[in-house]
């Protein structure tokens, strides 16, 4: 089984920035499509962006326009850029397998917390 080590959350406010970074133990070609994740209290975790292998990406409509993901398969590395943020981006934070079929045990993930 792969384990991920999510980083790069923290206390912003509205509009500011992060990056947030997801390494695996093993390599992600081999995972296949990875995902960044998010549940915020009292709410089911919810895929927010997925990229393949070969880079093509797909997002949730909430993040469409502000979030970018992106993977290093050198480094076994999975990033998301978030831009404009906004209060109800306030989640931990998650990276996994994009698909039931690839998934792993879940990390600890990194807490976002947007608020002025």
């Known amino acids: 089984q792969v384990q991920f080590v999510e980083s790069g959350g923290g206390l912003v406010q509205p509009g500011e920035s992060l990056r947030l970074s997801c390494v695996a133990s093993?390599?992600?070609?081999?995972?296949?499509?990875m995902g960044w994740y998010r549940q915020a209290p009292g709410k089911q975790r919810e895929l927010v962006a997925g990229v393949t292998n070969g880079g093509t990406t797909n997002y949730a409509n909430s993040v469409k326009g502000r979030f970018t993901i992106s993977r290093d398969n050198a480094k076994n590395t999975v990033y998301l850029q978030m831009n404009s943020l906004k209060p109800e981006d306030t989640a931990v934070y998650y990276c996994?397998?994009?698909?039931?079929?690839?998934?792993?045990?879940w990390g600890q993930g990194t807490q976002v917390t947007v608020s002025s």
């Open positions: 093993r390599s992600i070609l081999s995972i296949g499509a």
């Open positions: 996994n397998g994009q698909y039931p079929h690839n998934k792993s045990p």
